[in-house]
């Protein structure tokens, strides 16, 4: 299965780092605002695997 995140998230990297993303999209999931894109389930545990696997921090 290929779960697609929408280009949104991927401009979030501009201005916060993994670590805040990760706390905003799995954690907390108050992001996307409003959950405007839709995002799953499924594509909330994409980042949190991919949080979870090394991604960079700083």
Request: overall charge negative.
């Amino acid at each position: 299965m290929v779960l697609f995140l929408c280009p949104f998230f991927w401009r979030l990297f501009d201005v916060f780092s993994a670590s805040h993303f990760y706390q905003q999209v799995v954690v907390s999931k108050i992001m996307p605002m409003t959950n405007t894109t839709g995002i799953s389930e499924a594509e909330r545990m994409v980042v949190e695997q991919w949080f979870e696997s090394g991604a960079r921090t700083d």
